[in-house]
């Protein structure tokens, strides 16, 4: 932490013992990688919102066409959608907000925003961070980058917001990932998807790591992009064990977070 840093009040959170990844969750990470056969595909996303649980919720797969698919499932007793939404807004506005998250893997984060006007986004939670981009630097186990995330409203994504209510669905929150570092636009789609539980809400999360990459502009038909989307290509720049790293990553992260995200919201929201 920055001198400055050391004298906010959250600060003590830098210096907690982050929060243990349930004994649970590490025996299905540890499980190793699942049949192909078992990943939720993109295009079928809203089986979220049926009842129950799927085939994978916490473990990752290697995909025979060279992406990565990831799912971690976290218990997030007394936090609510809400809370959530707030902190997705509230966070990125400085860096020690996301160190606190994940102290040892967190180093800073910026926007691509007006500070300023961020800041004072009335309204929603949810809706003050949707198709603003995040520019955090962290390490999910293949060394520091700066990504880019842009969150997108989750009908953009792919979601049946109409189904929201009957599903129990406490928020959902989308990204379109990519890496400042590599000068990659987009390389990972992920979502959180957060259904109210008796005693809080649980988030489901999902990632296709190198389904689809854009390595420049929006056209995936440009002939750089077709490339970049190829087996061998994804086989060069997807790191070996991502899919384990990530889930461990996302674990601890989110595990952390349902731990001091109360306390967060009642002294700051």
């Not at 999910?140 to 409203?153: C, M, N, P, Q, Y």
Request: hydrophobic share 40%.
């Amino acid at each position: 932490m920055s001198t400055s840093e050391q004298k906010e009040p959250y600060a003590e959170y830098f210096r907690r013992k982050p929060a243990g990844i349930p004994a649970e969750t590490l025996r299905a990470i540890e499980k190793g990688p699942h049949s192909h056969a078992l990943v939720l595909p993109l295009e079928d996303i809203n089986a979220l919102l049926s009842p129950g649980y799927l085939d994978i919720e916490t473990g990752f797969c290697n995909m025979p066409d060279g992406s990565v698919y990831v799912a971690v499932k976290t218990e997030m007793p007394k936090v609510t959608g809400d809370m959530l939404d707030w902190w997705f807004w509230w966070h990125p506005m400085q860096s020690l907000r996301y160190k606190i998250w994940f102290p040892q893997a967190h180093f800073s984060v910026s926007l691509d925003a007006d500070l300023e006007e961020y800041s004072k986004r009335s309204g929603p939670y949810a809706e003050r961070y949707w198709n603003t981009a995040n520019f955090p630097r962290e390490d999910v186990g293949a060394g520091a980058e700066t990504l880019s995330i842009k969150f997108v409203r989750p009908s953009d994504f792919g979601f049946d917001e109409s189904r929201f209510e009957k599903a129990g669905v406490a928020t959902v929150f989308c990204g379109l990932v990519g890496s400042k570092s590599k000068h990659v636009k987009q390389h990972t789609l992920m979502c959180h998807f957060v259904r109210n539980v008796d005693e809080g809400v649980e988030m489901r999360s999902r990632f296709w790591i190198g389904k689809k990459i854009l390595v420049y502009g929006d056209n995936e038909n440009s002939p750089v992009n077709r490339l970049a989307n190829t087996k061998l290509i994804r086989k060069i720049a997807i790191p070996k064990n991502i899919g384990r790293s990530m889930a461990m990553h996302c674990a601890q992260e989110y595990n952390n977070l349902a731990e001091i995200l109360p306390e967060l919201y009642r002294a700051y929201a």
